[in-house]
Nanobody, 124 residues
Framework: QVQLVESGGGLVQPGGSLRLSCAAS????????MGWFRQVQGKEREFVAA????????RYADSVKGRFTIFRDNAKNTVYLQMNSLKPEDTAVYLC?????????????????WGQGTQVTVSS
């Protein structure tokens, strides 16, 4: 069983930055592709970014390209999401997810494990 714990969310003004972290309790972290999704109450979960097990390959939603960066530290079993130039429409609960394979994925159904999420609110 894999446990994922997100942290780093909060309230930030438009144009500001936040870095989210997701710590994974698994010995197979370096063999797992990871992803970040977000969800607004009443709406479907939305893909944000993904990274391959090695960290070489990444994928982003068009809405965050050029503003968000996903990266990982396999020695620390942690994946990060650096969010810059935040907009009010980025407000959501951000969830970390893990795949039982090495390649990136952008669909909810491709992920096997999920964290509880961390709230990000972008508002002045």
């Amino acid at each position: 069983q894999v446990q994922l714990v997100e942290s780093g969310g909060g309230l930030v003004q438009p144009g500001g930055s936040l870095r989210l972290s997701c710590a994974a309790s698994t010995r197979t972290f370096s063999s797992s592709a990871m992803g970040w999704f977000r969800q607004v109450q009443g709406k479907e979960r939305e893909f944000v970014a993904a990274i391959s097990a090695s960290g070489v390959f990444t994928r982003y939603a068009d809405s965050v390209k050029g503003r968000f960066t996903i990266f990982r530290d396999n020695a620390k079993n942690t994946v990060y999401l650096q969010m810059n130039s935040l907009k009010p429409e980025d407000t959501a609960v951000y969830l970390c997810a893990a795949r039982s394979t090495v390649g990136v994925g952008s669909r909810v159904g491709e992920y096997d494990y999920w964290g509880q999420g961390t709230q990000v609110t972008v508002s002045s």
